[in-house]
T-cell receptor, first 114, second 114 residues
């Protein structure tokens, strides 16, 4: 079945550092890919998405490119801030099933120090 | 904001008691989902609904049942709560746009089973 594997954390960075969180997937069809973010004590918020190969999703300085050849959707940000401290989840949805269910990675906890 | 509320937001209960969590949406979305979040597992799908009285199981449905008698409400019932069901429960809806379907999440319910 469909699955997502993402980089284990926790990840600790200094402010203005470069952030990469690796995400790879396994899917039988042509999935849509998502990054969600969970700030402390809150629910999940959509950060960005991509629905086809070579699409780049971007939001709040974060970017991720849908790479079909490497089945990856790595999240990057060039200069992190303390406010980016959160748990990040990679997820996929296979629209071929028609139910839009999400399969999630385990999550990566990111802490940014001032 | 996809207009999703969950109640209660926090609950403490005892092993063996039934518990019902409520998800309410205001925007007439057809698809609704219940996930649980546990450390190291990301979010896992419990049940989902694709319309009034139309529901199906997810990957971790044992010990849970759901009902959807109105479009706006999706109830999750723990028939006889166990300590392994201590978790954070998230409801989600799926919203269609030009770039496909995207899930949006409620604020979560934190459940402790003693």
């Amino acid at each position: 079945g469909d699955s997502v594997t993402q980089m284990e954390g926790p990840v600790t960075l200094s402010e203005e550092a470069f952030l990469t969180i690796n995400c790879t997937y396994t899917a039988t069809g042509y999935p849509s890919l998502f990054w969600y973010v969970q700030y402390p004590g809150e629910g999940l918020q959509l950060l960005l998405k991509a629905t086809k190969a070579d699409d780049k999703g971007s939001n709040k300085g974060f970017e991720a490119t849908y790479r079909k050849e490497t089945t990856s959707f790595h999240l990057e940000k060039g200069s992190v801030q303390v406010s980016d401290s959160a748990v990040y989840f990679c997820a996929l949805s296979d629209p071929g099933f028609g139910d839009y269910k999400l399969s999630f990675g385990a999550g990566t906890t990111v802490t940014v120090r001032a | 904001d996809a207009g999703i509320t969950q109640s209660p937001r926090h609950k403490v209960t005892e092993t063996g008691t039934p518990v019902t969590l409520r998800c309410h949406q205001t925007e007439n979305h057809r698809y609704m989902y219940w996930y649980r979040q546990d450390p190291g597992h990301g979010l896992r799908l419990i049940h989902y609904s694709y319309g009034v009285k139309d529901t199906d199981k997810g990957e971790v449905s044992d010990g849970y049942s759901v009902s959807r008698s109105k479009t706006e409400d999706f109830l999750l019932t723990l028939e006889s709560a166990t300590s392994s069901q201590t978790s954070v429960y998230f409801c989600a809806i799926s919203e269609a746009s030009g770039s496909g379907e995207t899930q949006y999440f409620g604020p979560g319910t934190r459940l402790l089973v003693l």
